[in-house]
Each structure stands twice: as C-alpha cells, then as structure tokens.
C-alpha cells in the first residue's frame, strides 16, 4: 500500500461523506464525542451509521439525544463496521477490547486508535500482522473543533483508507500524517500534552494578575482574550515567534524587563525541560507495553 509522504497539516473543509456503511466507535468519552460532533458538523456521515459501544447508561443517553445509536456490548457495534474507532483508556483495551476484536472485528476494517502508548505493533500482535492500524493522537481542543491530530498508519493500510482517516481527524481539527510511528512520541510531549503548559501559564498570568489587583474574573478574561488573540496573530502572521516577541520589546520597556526576569529564570529551560521529560515517558510506555506483551 502507498506510504504517503508527511502531510502537512490542510484545510480539510468542503469535505465529502465518508464512502462507508457504518462507523463504530468503542468508547464514548469526551474524545469520541468531539469526533463524533466533528463528522455530523462537517456532514461525513449520518447519525443513522455511527453506532457507540459503551458500558454506562449515562454515556448511552447522551449519544441517545445526539441521535446516535448506542449498545451496551463492544461485538454488536463491531458487526458490519467498515471503521471502527478505539477510544479507551489503555488498561481497558488490554483487559477487554482486544478480546472482542480478535472474535468480532471485520478483517478488512480500519482500525483508528486514540489510545495513548499503544503501539501499532500491540494492535497487530493481538489482531494479526494484516490488520488495518492507525495509531493518533489528538488533543483536548478537539472538544471545540480546534484539535491537531498526529498520526501514522501501518503499512497494509490502503490509499482509500488513509483518505478516510484524513477526513475524519480532520473533522475535528487539524491532523498531521507521519510515516514514522515514532514521531507519536514527540507529538505526545508537544502537542498532546501541550494544552496543560499553556493552562498552566495562564493559570500563572491570573494569579499574577489576581496579586497585582486585578479581580480573578477579570484578569482571567484579560489572559484569555491575550493567549486567543496572540496565538492567531503568530498563526495569520506566518511569521517566527521571536520576530513577533522583538516587535513588542521595546529597549528599556517594560516587556524587556518581563523577558529579562524569565531568562534569568530558566523559564525557556524549564519548558524545554517539561516537554523532554514528557517526551521521554511516552517512550517509556511504549517500551513498558512491549514488555508487557
């Protein structure tokens, strides 16, 4: 099958409808959610052939009020899927998913994982070497269609499948293609994990403001409209981010005082340091998963 080169990241709008009877998602957390909100928003699919397999009633009734089907065992949402979408936590697609997908998995299906530290290989040890296997990561601003999904495929995966996959991690985002797996890794520390440093210097920047005077509220909404607006100016402007950081750096001002105290700080070495760290724990439980097996 063709290996496509990287993609970079495109617009994905004016998408067509999935060419597929029916997609199964095992799983219906917050994840699968956004997925699912993505392909009705850009009208892949209809609700009539997505189906959700999920344990909890609660679950089931919120797909139930989107009008999505629901079934409460993992091999009645497996019969006849064309796509079927992992979304579990790891230990729960060791402990139960693998089995039914060894007995109830079409052998011509896609199987797109979102499963954190699973590798391609896992799935294939466990459902056969000819098995269709895409692994991703996406990230939690999916939940308001604003993701980045980096993925990567096993080698059978056909050109009509990986133009699937492109559609649907499209849907709710961006998505990134990469032929080797292990830039899942670096996507993990930098994108996956991403939103929590830019959580925790907001958290910083209210706090700060909160010392300063400023009410809570009001200082959260200043660091909000600051972190939107700077991020699609870097984004429209096309530009590098350290152009962007000397325009607003005036000599002797009080951004250059701000800069100074932070690389005095170690603060660029710290966020270096934080995503290695995360980094290197990603390969840590790749490596851990493969022991496993």
Not at 131 to 153: D, Y
Not at 236 to 250: D, F, Q
Request: some cysteine.
């Amino acid at each position: 099958a063709k290996q496509p080169e990287d993609d970079e990241d495109e617009d994905m709008g004016n998408m067509d409808t999935l060419n597929v009877d029916r997609v199964a998602f095992i799983g219906g957390g917050n994840m699968a959610e956004a997925i699912i909100t993505g392909m009705m928003t850009q009208e892949l699919i209809p609700p009539s052939q997505i189906l959700v397999s999920a344990p909890s009633p609660e679950t089931r009734d919120k797909f139930d009020e989107m009008q999505i089907k629901t079934v409460d065992k993992n091999k009645k949402a497996l019969e006849g899927a064309d796509v079927v979408i992992i979304a579990v936590k790891p230990q729960v697609l060791k402990q139960a998913v693998f089995e039914d997908l060894k007995k109830h998995l079409n052998p011509h299906a896609l199987v797109i994982s979102i499963v954190a530290g699973v590798t391609i290989d896992a799935f294939k040890r466990e459902l056969g070497h000819d098995a269709c296997i895409v692994r991703s990561m996406p990230n939690t601003p999916a939940m308001i269609g604003e993701g980045i999904t980096v993925w990567s495929q096993s080698s059978n995966v056909s050109e009509t499948q990986h133009d699937l996959t492109k559609k649907i991690l499209g849907a709710f985002g961006k998505q990134v293609f990469v032929e080797d797996e292990k830039n899942l890794d670096m996507a993990t520390a930098l994108s996956g994990s991403g939103p929590a440093y830019f959580f925790l210097v907001a958290e910083a920047m209210i706090d700060a403001g909160v010392h300063m005077g400023f009410g809570r509220k009001v200082a959260q909404k200043l660091v909000q409209q600051t972190m939107l607006g700077s991020a699609l100016y870097m984004q429209s402007s096309g530009l590098h981010p350290v152009i962007l950081r000397n325009n607003i750096t005036s000599p002797g001002g009080t951004t250059a005082a701000a800069m100074y105290t932070a690389e005095k700080s170690g603060f660029r070495a710290v966020i270096a340091d934080s995503i290695w760290a995360a980094f290197e724990r990603s390969k840590e439980l790749g490596a851990q998963d493969k022991k496993e097996s």
